[in-house]
T-cell receptor, first 114, second 111 residues
Framework: NAGVTQTPKFRVLKTGQSMTLLCAQD?????MYWYRQDPGMGLRLIHYSVGEGTTAKGEVPDGYNVSRLKKQNFLLGLESAAPSQTSVYFCASSIRDAGSQPQHFGDGTRLSIL | RKEVEQDPGPFNVPEGATVAFNCTYSNSASQSFFWYRQDCRKEPKLLMS???SGNEDGRFTAQLNRASQYISLLIRDSKLSDSATYLCVVRKDSSASKIIFGSGTRLSIRP
């Protein structure tokens, strides 16, 4: 049972480059989330989705875009990477609203922007 | 003031000891509370939900104190495998975006 799978696991980009992080879940969860985790800080919500075809902004959405064309996939895009986006990115999913249901996390993507 | 605050630690305790740490939250209307565990360079995993009446799961006990706006986690008979960072998670309201993670408390169990 794969659960939540993130690709890639690691990536190094140059400032200004673009890339897409892929999150896939096989649990038929409605809700999906993208977080970033920086040293000394809690996970911060970037964007989230409450179902196929929907997306919404979280706490720190600037510089990122997302798409949820299929229920099982949630893509996070960086159009023009900046050093401030160096972080560990986690995708998560939950059956319904994560306020009442546990979130299942992928094992993260470590992204460095030079 | 942060919306969810945790003592970063590290808490360094001997195997077999009992250890407890708290997490304070600023929004008195917060609705749901959780403890997650995160191992070094790994993803967070749900440890337990925190109910108003408190709850226990084996060696772990979670309590909620709404009057003082904090939740606590107690670990009894600590094991080496309990070494991890413990994240406090608070849901502020019914919106899916209002889930706030604390920055975590690092626990290290020594032999």
């Amino acid at each position: 049972n794969a659960g939540v799978t993130q690709t890639p696991k690691f990536r190094v980009l140059k400032t200004g480059q673009s890339m897409t992080l892929l999150c896939a879940q096989d649990m038929n969860h409605e809700y999906m989330y993208w977080y970033r985790q920086d040293p000394g800080m809690g996970l911060r919500l970037i964007h989230y989705s409450v179902g196929e075809g929907t997306t919404a902004k979280g706490e720190v959405p600037d510089g990122y875009n997302v798409s949820r064309l299929k229920k099982q996939n949630f893509l996070l895009g960086l159009e023009s990477a900046a050093p401030s986006q160096t972080s560990v990115y986690f995708c998560a999913s939950s059956i319904r609203d994560a306020g009442s249901q546990p979130q299942h996390f992928g094992d993260g993507t470590r992204l460095s922007i030079l | 003031r942060k919306e969810v605050e945790q003592d970063p630690g590290p808490f360094n305790v001997p195997e077999g000891a009992t250890v407890a740490f708290n997490c304070t939250y600023s929004n008195s209307a917060s609705q749901s509370f959780f403890w997650y565990r995160q191992d070094c360079r790994k993803e967070p995993k749900l440890l337990m939900s925190v109910y108003s009446s408190g709850n226990e799961d084996g060696r772990f006990t979670a309590q909620l104190n709404r009057a003082s706006q904090y939740i606590s986690l107690l670990i009894r008979d600590s094991k080496l495998s309990d070494s991890a960072t413990y994240l406090c998670v608070v849901r502020k309201d019914s919106s899916a975006s209002k889930i706030i993670f604390g920055s975590g408390t690092r626990l290290s169990i020594r032999p």
